[in-house]
């Protein structure tokens, strides 16, 4: 422990800490994958209720617009008058006499019964249907806190395999550490090999000229690049001009 803690800024970052309330990195990146994978169902449920509600729109349209009634009316009479009193005349109005008819129609219809007949959802139904949707995404931003738990049943179920992890990361860690100081020392002495820049000249001699503007041309870490503070310790070349943090230095 006191040679690795406190951690520094990258190592800190690759880290869950379990008591943290908020979403750290590590955990960000498999939320954000799991939320992507709730897109292709997102489209597909918006795709399903815009295509309803386009074929609720079009049956009815054609409900409104496509009713016809019909409306048919007949009358028909026929009389048939012979005269006169002779045998032939009585024997025509007795046959011909069956003829006479009289009958009214009148019939009414409509294309009602062949119309569709569309009943929409409604904002509660359509609401229903998007709320699994929503219940999973939730899940896949509150995952993060009970996957936290994991390391500690591990633990409590296999404590020797729990020490052997502890052992193999306090090595590791020490093994990034070391490669990691060479890096920087590397990079730090290529940025100093680059001639500065205007920008970079011109704060410098704003703050060798008035030392009080120093509070607003702050410089930040050349390692990790946090602000300076009063507990930065300047390189003690005067050309070079970097300011480290504490935990850099």
């Given at each position: 422990?006191?040679?690795?803690?406190?951690?520094?800024?990258?190592?800190?970052?690759?880290?869950?800490?379990p008591c943290h309330p908020a979403v750290q990195r590590p955990e960000l990146q498999y939320m954000v994958m799991e939320l992507l994978r709730c897109i292709?169902?997102?489209?597909?449920?918006?795709?399903?209720?815009?295509?309803?509600?386009?074929?609720?729109?079009?049956?009815?349209?054609?409900?409104?617009?496509?009713?016809?009634?019909?409306?048919?009316?007949?009358?028909?009479?026929?009389?048939?008058?012979?005269?006169?009193?002779?045998?032939?005349?009585?024997?025509?109005?007795?046959?011909?006499?069956?003829?006479?008819?009289?009958?009214?129609?009148?019939?009414?219809?409509?294309?009602?019964?062949?119309?569709?007949?569309?009943?929409?959802?409604?904002?509660?139904?359509?609401?229903?249907?998007?709320?699994?949707?929503?219940?999973?995404?939730?899940?896949?931003?509150?995952?993060?806190?009970?996957?936290?738990?994991?390391?500690?049943?591990?633990?409590?179920?296999?404590?020797?395999?729990?020490?052997?992890?502890?052992?193999?990361?306090?090595?590791?860690?020490?093994?990034?550490?070391?490669?990691?100081?060479?890096?920087?020392?590397?990079?730090?002495?290529?940025?100093?090999?680059?001639?500065?820049?205007?920008?970079?000249?011109?704060?410098?001699?704003?703050?060798?000229?008035?030392?009080?503007?120093?509070?607003?041309?702050?410089?930040?870490?050349?390692?990790?690049?946090?602000?300076?503070?009063?507990?930065?310790?300047?390189?003690?070349?005067?050309?070079?001009?970097?300011?480290?943090?504490?935990?850099?230095?």
């Open positions: 422990k006191r040679t690795l803690l406190p951690l520094l800024r990258e190592e800190a970052s690759s880290f869950i800490f292709p169902l997102l489209l597909f449920l918006l795709f399903v209720c815009g295509l309803d509600h386009f074929i609720f729109s079009i049956l009815s349209i054609i409900q409104h617009h496509s009713f016809v009634q019909y409306s048919y009316q007949t009358s028909h009479h026929l009389t048939v008058n012979v005269m006169g009193t002779s045998l032939m005349a009585q024997l025509l109005r007795g046959t011909i006499g069956a003829l006479n008819t009289s009958f009214d129609t009148q019939v009414e219809t409509s294309t009602l019964a062949c119309l569709p007949q569309p009943s929409g959802m409604t904002r509660q139904q359509y609401l229903n249907t998007c709320l699994p949707v929503g219940a999973l995404a939730l899940l896949c931003l509150a995952q993060v806190y009970p996957f936290r738990l994991r390391r500690a049943i591990a633990a409590f179920c296999f404590p020797k395999r729990e020490k052997a992890r502890v052992l193999f990361l306090y090595n590791k860690l020490l093994r990034q550490r070391k490669n990691l100081l060479g890096l920087q020392r590397g990079r730090i002495a290529r940025q100093a090999r680059q001639p500065p820049g205007l920008g970079t000249r011109l704060v410098r001699w704003c703050r060798r000229r008035w030392p009080w503007l120093r509070r607003c041309l702050r410089r930040s870490c050349a390692l990790c690049g946090t602000p300076e503070t009063p507990r930065h310790q300047p390189c003690p070349n005067p050309d070079c001009g970097a300011a480290y943090c504490e935990p850099c230095w």
